[in-house]
């Protein structure tokens, strides 16, 4: 998977997150890590799924992607696990029943949160009776927790949770509104309603006798007299308020607005791809941008570096005369040390177009001296962007004791770049963390942190993150063109 022109590998002197899998050991999960770039579980499941790991010896794939499945179940799914099996899912449910006319996420998953509990769909059918019945009768289902009229609450042989929402066409939208929020704001916009003299229900507003379907959801709000909120941003966390006051924007970053990926590896490092395929999945993205940035530790080998710049080039060269308005950026990501220093020296530092650095180790350290130690590193004039500054991996390996507002006003300071790591696995920084940089006025970007062409989607769940984080297009530097977004840069 990797070839002789690894610019520097990366080495760990401590257990590995995966380890708690069933079926992993430390010298497997090391592998992963080494070959393919894998820490966290979903990501891994990822792999399995696409069959990209099967150059790897010993890993007994059919079994390890049940573990897998089983693992994610029994703990909360991470967004990105459980978005992809409810796009499956709903797949297979589409095509079971001809009176299904479209399926839709709803609840936590909508929200985008972090981890979820349980998968929500709605099911848009002209025989809601009809649907849920053949829905109950799918062999993937092992036991029906709750049923009701409209819907059922059931667990799949794989031992995911489904909560199944059936509606007729002209329901969607009150019931896409009122599902998809939390508790509390949906208390709120029934508050509203009743404000207004009606009430909202999931088969829409009623007043007396009547009931009138709203046509989307924003007509939903307009009754309400709000303007339409973003999924992300309905949590009943004081968002209504905000909004009534302007003071909160709903101009949300959006994954068309990104122009460029600022942070992916290549077979150059430990990812399973390409430089130059990198780059051409890159461009069938939209993106007018790409940024390289393999690891790159203490035993990181100039030459190789050098090398790996003169491909960059070559690519760059070979895409232009293609006539693609399009460029590969050459980066590294270089480890952060325990004592804040960095694993490459200054006049290495110095030649990279963009210096990625990150704390891949050590996050154990206690606050203050490891707050000090990021602190220091985005002072090296020479760091443009910090990786997944937390460095958690959900559910497997809590984040670093930081504190945060002090590493928000450093980076403001530095004009460091804070990422929002867009892997399943990470989602660094988280939304209460984003809100708090830009309150900051620190300066963000999303990347997905790809290891491999198909990894480069990750970057959706950056962007739902950052907009859970209720970031906004002009506050998220790779929304900018290059040259822009050079200029943005210290």
């Known amino acids: 998977m990797n070839n002789d022109n690894n610019v520097g590998n990366i080495n760990r002197n401590e257990p590995l997150p995966l380890c708690v899998v069933p079926g992993l050991n430390q010298r497997i999960a090391a592998m992963l890590e080494q070959k393919a770039g894998i820490l966290g579980a979903t990501e891994l499941f990822e792999a399995l799924q696409e069959r990209r790991l099967e150059t790897l010896p010993d890993l007994g794939m059919n079994e390890l992607k049940q573990n897998l499945e089983r693992w994610q179940a029994n703990n909360k799914m991470s967004l990105g696990f459980a978005l992809e099996r409810a796009r499956e899912f709903a797949g297979k449910i589409s095509a079971f ?13 909508r929200r985008a949160e972090e981890l979820v509990e349980q998968v929500s769909l709605i099911a848009v059918s002209n025989d809601t009776y009809d649907t849920l019945e053949a829905f109950l009768k799918l062999p993937e289902i092992a036991e029906v927790r709750k049923r009701r009229d409209y819907k059922a609450d059931v667990t799949l042989q794989n031992g995911l949770k489904l909560e199944f929402i059936t509606c007729f066409p002209e329901q969607l939208a009150t019931t896409w509104a009122l599902t998809t929020g939390t508790t509390e704001h949906r208390t709120q916009l029934r508050n509203l309603a009743y404000k207004y003299g009606y009430e909202l229900s999931l088969g829409g507003f009623l007043k007396r006798e009547d009931v009138w379907p709203a046509k989307d959801e924003e007509e939903v709000f307009r009754y309400l007299g709000l303007p339409y909120i973003p999924p992300e941003l309905r949590n009943g966390n004081g968002e209504i308020e905000a909004i009534q006051k302007g003071e909160m924007s709903l101009d949300l970053v959006t994954l068309s607005g990104i122009k460029g990926d600022l942070h992916v590896h290549s077979t150059w490092g430990n990812g399973s791809t390409t430089i130059e395929e990198m780059a051409r999945a890159a461009i069938k993205r939209g993106y007018h941008y790409l940024l390289l940035a393999d690891h790159a530790g203490q035993n990181a080998n100039l030459a190789k570096l050098l090398q790996q710049r003169a491909e960059i080039y070559r690519v760059n060269d070979v895409l232009a005369r293609e006539g693609y308005n399009f460029s590969l950026l050459w980066g590294a990501e270089v480890e952060i040390l325990p004592d804040g220093t960095l694993s490459l020296p200054d006049e290495i530092l110095s030649q990279l177009e963009i210096v990625v650095a990150t704390m891949l180790s050590g996050l154990h350290q206690e606050r203050k001296q490891i707050t000090e130690r990021l602190i220091k590193a985005m002072q090296n004039p020479h760091v443009d962007i910090v990786a997944h500054p937390t460095g958690r991996i959900l559910n497997l390996c809590e984040p670093a004791d930081l504190f945060m507002l002090k590493i928000f006003v450093a980076a403001r300071e530095t004009g460091t770049v804070l990422e929002i790591n867009g892997n399943p696995d990470r989602l660094d920084l988280k939304a209460e963390y984003i809100q708090q940089a830009l309150e900051e006025k620190a300066k963000l970007v999303i990347s997905s942190g790809a290891h491999s062409t198909q990894a480069l989607a990750h970057l959706e769940y950056g962007v739902l993150t ?24 210290k």
């Open 97 to 109: 029943d001809s009176n299904i006319v479209r399926i839709e996420v709803t609840g936590a998953l």
């Open 466 to 489: 950052a907009r859970r984080g209720a970031a906004r297009a002009s506050e998220i530097l790779n929304t900018l063109e290059l040259n822009k977004f050079k200029a943005a840069l």
